[in-house]
């Protein structure tokens, strides 16, 4: 089963824009990750939020956490055609393992 | 240092054949797991070691779903009777500690294809 669903499903933008993906989920948490797939590769992680935490920056890349809506998102500012990539969110809820969303697909365009 | 390594990264077999799937953690990674993807789905969790022993295998689908992790470091994912729906990306992932609290780091994966 799935917990976490990303929106959208896919997104297209110009080099040099901001990317926006969400991630929804169904019960509490103890932290929620985003990570990235390029095509044909493992995913790498990009950011690990805490709970108790509401946003965490990395780089070009922004996460904001809403436990009282159960959403996340994920900004990646300033895009360049090398972040066309699948996103995903995780989330961990209890003593449980890492559960994927459906991810959202990010093409960026030079 | 080396990531999390998979063996081989293409299986193809026939229906009904056994398969073993091998994977290397990240050295002193003390956490593994095993997910299975499907094309345009998000990994779907299969099972999580923690050490030798199997410490969440909820995730594996069938009793033809079996892994192992003798030593604390290497795991082998074996399937007997394969089937058609089997065939998806497994993918392995080790962690210091547990991963709810720790960064997976995934392998490349091993795409099994069951004709």
């Known amino acids: 089963s799935q917990q976490g669903e990303e929106d959208p499903q896919a997104l297209s933008i110009q080099e040099g824009e901001n990317a926006t993906m969400n991630c929804s989920y169904k019960?509490?948490?103890?932290?929620l990750q985003w990570y990235r797939q390029n095509s044909g590769r493992g995913l790498v992680h990009l950011i690990l939020?805490?709970?108790?935490?509401r946003e965490k920056h990395s780089g070009r890349l922004r996460v904001t956490l809403d436990t009282s809506k159960k959403s996340s998102s994920l900004l990646i500012t300033a895009s360049r055609a090398a972040d066309t990539a699948s996103y995903f969110c995780?989330?961990?809820?209890?003593?449980?393992?890492?559960?994927f969303g459906k991810g959202t697909m990010l093409l960026v365009s030079p | 240092g080396a990531g999390v390594s998979q063996t081989p990264s293409n299986k193809v077999t026939e229906k009904g054949k056994y398969v073993e799937l091998r994977c290397d953690p990240i050295?002193?990674?003390?956490?593994l797991y095993w997910y299975r993807q499907s094309l345009g789905q998000g990994p779907e969790f299969l099972i999580y070691?923690?050490?030798?022993?199997?410490?969440?295998d909820s995730g594996l689908p069938n009793d033809r779903f079996f892994a192992v992790r003798p030593e604390g470091s290497v795991s082998t994912l074996k399937i007997q009777r394969t089937e058609r729906g089997d065939s998806a990306v497994y993918l392995c992932?080790?962690?210091?500690?547990?991963?709810?609290?720790?960064?997976?780091?995934f392998g490349n994966g091993t795409r099994l294809t069951v004709t």
């Open positions: 995780a989330t961990v809820s209890g003593y449980s393992t890492l559960t």
């Open positions: 019960t509490s948490i103890n932290n």
């Open positions: 939020i805490r709970s108790n935490e």
């Open positions: 050295s002193g990674h003390t956490a």
């Open positions: 070691f923690q050490g030798t022993g199997a410490a969440d």
């Open positions: 992932a080790s962690s210091l500690g547990h991963g709810g609290n720790s960064p997976l780091h």
